[in-house]
């Protein structure tokens, strides 16, 4: 009997400790929120993209509506204007501000700079490389000049923190295709892949002898089921759970076994926040950071969905991006990333594809 009540005693001292704890921590972790909320002005240019629209959002949680400038070339949001591509409560310009900018208009970043206080700036916009190869010149002028003008205004100490996104593309096809290192051979032949390598060595240069903060990772393929695809050679794993959820069968415009690495958007939205948020000294590469992701071909996927959707159907049609994806790695070996933030993968490609399903489902639901 005493024995029972020394336990029962014991157990709520137990429950007493554990709850101060988290009142403790939810205390420190309200505190660090205010002083980040305080500390920081972030301006997201490019921002009603496939990325931008997801982080923008993350980006507010963490640092408050009215502490986030969602920007991008359009006058509004165009989602807001789509009725079709509507996603409720989660569109940049809903939640908290958004102005219209271009990212080549140099003049107006250093005036929204100045006027708002910027202290960081994650730099978004750019032509993917689908769109680019059929728009060569203004890519090659869109993809550059906008980071270039960024990091002069950087160079100038008028903000504290740049994030620009490479790509895979960087590599080419005289790289080494399977678990591609961080330093290895890079000969891309895509005007996209020519630009973001450019930005990457002039991100490295503007750190090296002006000490900006900037800050990198070469995204793989983004999959993610709040916003469409822009324009890239990856998008294929986007548009397949479409037409899966619609019942529809999926031309595939690569061929069933390219194996190329992609990563769903939480992971790529964390990644993103985890580089910019890690101890200055932590980043240790300032061209760009590989991730690996998953790495899977159509044909991969397509088994996945059909473990979903038992009907579905999937034919192949390669077409000038099959050229594109055969000059990329199959794999990519992030352990740079991994020794130097931290970084950690959560989502394979089983967890991809039932989490997709789940909310294209519903988000069909909410826009017919
Ligand atoms: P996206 O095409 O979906 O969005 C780009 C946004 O930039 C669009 O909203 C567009 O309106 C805007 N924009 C275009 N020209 C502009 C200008 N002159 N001024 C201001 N805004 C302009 O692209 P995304 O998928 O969101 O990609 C974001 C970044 O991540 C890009 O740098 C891209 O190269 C990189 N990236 C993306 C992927 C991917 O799979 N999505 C993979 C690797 C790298």
Known sequence: MKTLFILQRYKSVDFFALAIKHIIWSIILYLCKIENQLKEVILVIGASGQVGSELVTALRKIYGETNVIASDIHSVNPKVRDHSTIIHSENVEAEGPYIELNALDKNKIYDVIKKNKITQIYLLAAMLSAKSEENVELAWRLNTLSLSNILQLAEQKLIKKLFWPSS??????????????????????????????????WCEYYNKKYNVDVRSIRYPGLIGWRTDPGGGTTDYAVKIFHKAILHEKYESFLNEDTALPMMYMPDAIRATIELMETQQENVKIRSSYNLAGISFTPKQIATEISKHIPNFEISYKPDFRQEIANSWPSSIDDKNAQYDWGWRLEYNLEKITSDMIKNLEERYIVTT
């Open 168 to 201: 895979i593309a960087v590599f080419g096809h005289t790289t080494p295709k399977i678990l591609t290192p961080q330093y290895t051979i890079m000969e891309p032949n895509t005007v996209y892949g020519i630009s973001k390598l450019a930005g990457e060595r």
